[in-house]
């Protein structure tokens, strides 16, 4: 992409068009002159999106280059000066619960006081907290990874964000509540236990404001999210698709598709009888000593390529058993669901894309067949059908029958990898009619 | 460095009914084909001479440096072959313009078949070989100055055929851009030291391949076009 | 714009990795140590997009290292900071504070009312051009049917009219915006305790290469995007393509030759330069110097 990208600089602008749609804008420092249209503090309403800019093959020291240097630098350093606004009829207010979910102060005054004295002791917090997990939700639990609760939700984003628990108080995940201050549609406060209220009156028991600093200090590195975990999220949050925690999220935790099983055993089925027919093909075709194709009576090439075929190949549709293990960090951790998917948190469906965050700095090597094998085991059955790929074979390959996306991450800088798993032994290229002179749809219609 | 003279030189012994010229080169060389890197060597120059016809090829021998054992515990591989290979010979065509260069040539009118190619250095190796920054390094350490030893030994004559008048034009800014060369050259302008990195491909039996990259010492600015 | 940040500026370290969250620092760092990091965090002002990110910037840990040995900067443990600092914000500061934030929201405020002013004057003089541009026009060609245009125009006009209705109440320019600050200094001491600093970042074997290439005018980022270990770029990567996909290598560590032909042909078909090298080592007690080897296809 970023070759194309870069490739694509340096052509004559008349070619613009075409290479824009392969081009990846946040491939690349973008030059924040490109957003001066965004004033402080502008109407969101009225921004679009800039577009890419020229940039020069090296310095010179023309004035006029370092003016512009100067101008984009200056265009960044406002562009980031904004600051995260709430407009007091827009604005949600959150608020950060350092020792998990608990239930609301109202609820029993001295539990809550004895808790926020002993909040420094951690063992006797967690117990409280274990104890108190399955009273917390009635019918929904909340994970108790949670840590920030929203008590009058409002807005688009806790239609796929959070879970409410039974007084109403939508509780975030870290990399939620991370994601909704950094974009600045929430608003979260320190306890008033930690930092004192704010004292102004009419806001009752408002702590003061996190900052961002705050938020990725309390929230990164706390309930498995990793920074690297919490850019491959962010980014596509920021992209529009529905993102949440897989059940391989935790080290300890294998993930395991339960969902699958049902279709899987059918298939397993079909797969046995694929492996019996294979097996068949070989007890009457080949022996250990004769020639591959005997003599005989060979009526078709078919038969013969049939038998021809003595290599075994690995079918992804049989599977394994038992399961091979999956090795952090090749596991699944997100469910990534596009922004067409209906979504409801209460009952997600089943994902779009099933994602593994890599970071490259402590994972240096290509994952090993093993570690690859496993996890696109613990990936469903998704073969290749539709009208498009059973008419065209290379579309059946690239899809594979499982797959899964590696988000390789080097420090802030996300690459996402498809790994599919192709069954190129599954496909019978003698089989194939071969693309017949002009015949079938294989001509493009004219256009008018 | 070392050099010697090699038999391959621009005429090659053509005996008929040898089983191919390039095993004919192998086996009649001055060099001992007893490693793989040195019947490298001999394809290379044979690929040199005869698929890129480069002309005066020589080849040089030098001493590769060991991984000193002290230097760590983990003991690194390092290849039987103490020496390696060097070829030089000169380019039909110039190999390699860095971008001011390209530049300093375009604002004189000068185009590439105007300077006659020089002498260029090509290191060969073989697929899978042994190989660190160290004799990387040691490689380029060997190599001459790029001022020194280095005259064309291209046929003289420069430019053909064309008006008297022009003819002498060109040959003052040909002048003036020899004369920047060297300059150049003393300050790295230019880029350093380089070489060809040629490899030759030896897996699953080799095809013949060989593939060659440009090698500078330090950072030199990629080209542009 | 550029308000230059006290000495030695704190990085935070969290979790693992280091950030900046002062855009004075960040500007500052770029513009005279070349230190650009990654802006990973959401622009609050176009949120759905990856293109143009914000704070906080992410440093990799090579260059919070090398800021940290110029004695640029420092590493501040945050979550510990944090955890000390919140407790312990004394009522005046706090009660301070909130009084400036407070300020900073009511001005935002003005700010945005008076945009939102100049926007509605503006679509007015827009719409009153158009009418009259409408009038002439319809004075030429009598049988005008811009039936499409009308329809544009009182689209426009019936915004105008459900606009009118906000900020002829009082009430907004009298609240503030609330504020999500970036830092947390203010109210937090401005200076971390001794306490709080943490030893200078470890670094991966590719360091002295990293630090070579900064000390001869290059920036330098991530290089996971063409599969090297960093981009080196001749000048301000907001106004620059890189020129080089680096790769570090320890002066004995066995390189496999197929890998320079690789990133020497990926490198020439994006017109970079690969570029090699590592720290010469040159004997103890001597100092080790970064040699390094720029490789392009030959074209041959």
Not at chain 1, 205 to 210: E, K, Q, S, T
Not at chain 3, 102 to 109: K, N, R
Not at chain 3, 133 to 156: R, T
Request: hydrophobic residues 35%; charged residues 25%.
């Amino acid at each position: 992409m970023a070759d194309t990208d870069e490739a694509a600089a340096h052509l004559p602008a008349s070619q613009d068009s075409a290479p824009q749609i392969e081009t990846d804008l946040s491939d690349e420092t973008q030059d924040f002159r490109f957003l001066n249209n965004l004033a402080f503090p502008s109407d969101s309403s009225q921004t679009s999106l800039p577009r890419r800019g020229e940039k020069d093959f090296e310095p010179n020291p023309t004035n006029y280059q370092a003016d512009i240097l100067d101008a984009s630098r200056h265009a960044m350093h406002n562009a980031l000066s904004h600051p995260r606004l709430h407009h007091p009829k827009h604005r949600v207010i959150a608020y950060y619960a350092p020792d998990g979910p608990a239930p609301p102060p109202a609820i029993d005054v001295t539990e809550e006081k004895d808790e926020k004295e002993t909040a420094t002791n951690d063992n006797n917090e967690h117990n409280l907290t274990k104890e108190r997990s399955p009273e917390t939700g009635t019918g929904i639990s909340v994970p108790e990874d949670s840590c920030v609760y929203v008590p009058n939700p409002k807005g688009q984003y806790f239609k796929s964000m959070g879970r409410a628990d039974r007084w109403n108080r939508v509780w975030l995940l870290p990399e939620e509540a991370l994601y909704l201050i950094e974009r600045g549609s929430l608003d979260i406060r320190w306890p008033v236990s930690v930092t004192g209220p704010t004292a102004e009156e009419g806001e009752e028991d408002l702590g003061i404001p996190m900052s961002l600093q705050a938020a990725y200090a309390c929230f990164t590195g706390r309930g498995g999210l990793s920074v690297e975990r919490f850019s491959v999220y962010t980014g596509l949050r920021r992209l529009g698709y529905t993102v949440i925690r897989a059940p391989g999220w935790d080290d300890e935790s294998d993930e395991v598709q339960d969902e699958d099983s049902a279709p899987q055993q059918g298939l397993g089925i079909f797969g046995r009888f694929l492996h019996w027919l294979h097996n068949w093909n070989k007890s009457t075709g080949i022996t250990t000593t004769g020639p591959v194709v005997g003599l005989g009576l060979h009526r078709s090439y078919n038969d013969i390529y049939r038998k021809l075929a003595i290599i075994p190949y690995h079918d992804p549709v049989t599977r394994q058993s038992p399961r091979r293990k999956t090795t952090p960090p090749f596991r699944v951790v997100f469910h990534v669901y596009k922004p067409s998917t209906v979504f409801r948190k209460s009952a997600p469906p089943t994902p779009d894309f099933r994602i593994a965050v890599v970071n490259s700095r402590t994972q240096t090597t290509m994952p090993t067949q093993a570690q690859l094998g496993a996890l696109l085991e613990s990936t469903p059955l998704d073969p290749p059908r539709g009208e498009k790929m059973d008419r065209m074979m290379y579309m059946r390959l690239r899809h594979g029958y499982r797959n899964v996306i590696l988000a390789v991450v080097d420090q802030g800088v996300v690459s996402f990898l498809r790994i599919g798993d192709a069954a190129f032994g599954k496909e019978k290229v003698y089989a194939e009619k071969p693309p017949g002179p002009k015949k079938g749809g294989f001509r493009p219609r004219p256009k008018k | 460095m070392t050099s010697e003279t090699s038999s391959p030189s621009s005429n090659p012994p053509t005996t008929p009914a040898e089983p191919s010229a390039l095993t004919t080169l192998i086996s009649s060389a001055a060099i001992s084909p007893t490693t793989p890197l040195s019947a490298a060597t001999l394809q290379v120059l044979h690929n040199l001479q005869h698929q890129h016809l480069w002309t005066s090829l020589q080849i040089h021998r030098l001493p590769l440096p060991e991984a000193p054992p002290s230097s760590s515990d983990v003991s690194y591989v390092s290849s039987t072959a103490t020496t390696a290979f060097v070829i030089s010979g000169v380019p039909p065509n110039r190999i390699y313009t860095h971008p001011d260069e390209q530049l300093f040539m375009l604002e004189r009118g000068l185009r590439d078949n105007d300077i006659d190619p020089e002498r260029t250095f090509v290191l060969p190796t073989v697929e899978g070989q042994s190989w660190s920054l160290r004799k990387m390094a040691a490689v380029f350490d060997s190599l001459p100055q790029v001022n020194e030893g280095l005259a064309s030994l291209a046929p003289e004559g420069g430019s053909k055929g064309e008006e008297l008048q022009s003819r002498d034009e060109k040959e003052a800014k040909i002048a003036e851009y020899l004369e920047y060369r060297n300059s150049a050259r003393m300050t790295n302008e230019w880029g350093g030291k380089r070489l060809l990195l040629s490899m030759v491909d030896r897996n699953m039996g080799g095809d013949g391949t060989v593939v060659y990259y440009v090698v500078q010492e330090g950072a030199v600015k990629p080209r542009q076009n | 714009m550029d308000t230059d940040p006290a000495l030695p500026i704190p990085i935070s370290y969290i979790s693992g990795s280091y950030y900046l969250f002062s855009i004075d620092a960040v500007t500052y760092l770029r513009r005279e140590h070349h230190i650009c990091g990654v802006l990973i965090g959401t622009l609050p002002q176009i949120p759905q997009q990856n293109v143009f990110l914000a704070m906080p910037l992410q440093l990799m840990p090579e260059e919070a290292r090398l800021l940290v040995d110029k004695g640029v900067a420092c590493i501040v443990d945050e979550v510990k900071a944090h955890k000390d600092g919140m407790t312990s914000i004394m009522e005046e500061d706090r009660k301070r504070y909130l009084q400036d934030l407070e300020a900073e929201g009511l001005q935002a405020m003005r700010l945005q009312n008076r945009r939102k002013e100049q926007l509605r004057e503006e679509a007015l003089k827009n719409l009153d051009a158009k009418k009259a541009a409408k009038a002439s026009k319809k004075a030429a060609q009598k049988q005008d049917n811009a039936a499409g245009d009308d329809f544009a125009l009182e689209l426009f006009a019936g915004g105008e009219q459900a606009q009118d209705a906000g900020p002829q109440r009082p009430t907004p320019s009298e609240t503030a915006m609330a504020v999500t600050p970036s830092t947390s200094y203010p109210p937090m001491p401005s200076r971390p305790t001794s306490d709080q600093i943490l030893p200078s970042p470890e670094v991966p074997s590719s360091y002295p290469l990293f630090a070579h290439l900064h000390t001869k005018g290059y920036f330098l980022s991530p290089g996971l995007r063409f599969g090297c270990q960093y981009l080196a770029y001749p000048g301000d990567p907001l106004r620059f393509h890189s020129h080089f996909l680096v790769v570090s290598a320890e002066w004995d560590e066995e390189i496999n030759l197929m890998d320079i032909i690789a990133g020497g042909r990926l490198g020439t078909g994006v017109k970079k330069g690969f570029l090699v090298g590592g720290a010469e080592q040159t004997g103890p007690g001597s100092e080790d110097s970064v040699r390094m080897f720029s490789v392009e296809w030959a074209g041959m």
